[in-house]
C-alpha cells in the first residue's frame, strides 16, 4: 500500500504505513490514503461502508464487505431497520480484521444541484462521530458515493477530506482516517485534494 499522509506543511510525504503520525496544525488530525481493497484493512479499528438505504447488501465496495464479513453481517444489518441517506449506523465486523464496521448512505449524483455535497459531507462526519462514540481510533473510508451513485471522484474528494478533518477536530479521540482507494484514479482525485486542502487551510 502507498501511504500519503498529511502534515503541518503542504508537502505530501510518502512514508511508510508503519511510521509514526505526523500532526497537521498540532490538532491530532492525521489523514492517509492507500490504494487497495479496504475489506484487507486491518490497521483500522472500523471501516466504513458505502452502503445504500436498506443497508441490506448491494454491489461495489457494500457487496465486497458482506462477502468478506460473512452472512452474520447481513443478519446483523436486517435488525436496523434502513438508513436514511447522510446517516450512518454501526455494527460488528464479524470476520474482517476490524473492530467494527460503519455503514453509511453517500447521496446518488443528479447534478450536484440537490443537496449532494451537503449529504456527502454528513456521511463522513456522522461516521467519524460513531467512530468516536464507540473507541475506534482508526477508520478507514471507501470514495463513498463515487461508484454506482455517480458522484464525480473529483467533486466528492475535496468535500470528504475536509468534512473528517474538522470531525476529527470536533472528535479528538479519532486520531487517523484513512481514505482505502480502490482505483488509481480516485487515489490521485483524493491525493490532489489533499495538497489543496492542506495548502488552503495552513494558517
Ligand atoms: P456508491 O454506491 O456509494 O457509489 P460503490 O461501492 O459503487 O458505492 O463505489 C464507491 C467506491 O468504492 C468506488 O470508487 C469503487 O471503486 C470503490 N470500491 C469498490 N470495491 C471496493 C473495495 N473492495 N475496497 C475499496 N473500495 C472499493
Known amino acids: 500500500m502507498v501511504v500519503y499522509r498529511r502534515t503541518g506543511s503542504d508537502e505530501i510525504d510518502s512514508s511508510a504505513p508503519t511510521s509514526t503520525g505526523h500532526r497537521g496544525y498540532g490538532l491530532g488530525v492525521e489523514i492517509t490514503l492507500h490504494l487497495g481493497d479496504i475489506t ?5 479499528d ?3 461502508n458505502a452502503a445504500n438505504e436498506s443497508l441490506l447488501g448491494g454491489g461495489g465496495v457494500d457487496g465486497a ?32 480484521p476490524v473492530a467494527r464496521i460503519i455503514h453509511t448512505v453517500g447521496p446518488i449524483w443528479r447534478g450536484g444541484g440537490h443537496g449532494e455535497p451537503g449529504l456527502l459531507d454528513s456521511c463522513h462526519r456522522r461516521s467519524v ?7 475506534c481510533a482508526r477508520v478507514s473510508f471507501p ?16 468535500v470528504a477530506i475536509r468534512a473528517v478533518r474538522e470531525a476529527m477536530v470536533e472528535h479528538p479521540s479519532v486520531v487517523e482516517v484513512r481514505f482505502c482507494l480502490f482505483e488509481q484514479p480516485a487515489y490521485e482525485a483524493f491525493a490532489a485534494a489533499l495538497r489543496t486542502d492542506t495548502a488552503t487551510e495552513r494558517p
Open 40 to 44: 484487507q484493512d486491518a490497521q483500522a
Open 46 to 48: 472500523a471501516i466504513v
Open 65 to 96: 464487505i458482506h462477502r468478506a464479513a460473512g452472512p452474520g453481517l447481513l443478519e446483523e444489518c436486517r435488525a436496523l431497520g434502513g438508513c436514511l441517506t447522510g446517516e450512518a449506523k454501526i455494527t460488528g465486523a464479524h470476520r474482517l
Open 129 to 135: 462521530q460513531l467512530a468516536a462514540e464507540h473507541g
Open 143 to 158: 470514495a463513498i458515493s463515487t461508484g454506482v451513485f455517480g458522484y464525480p471522484v473529483e467533486l466528492a474528494a475535496p
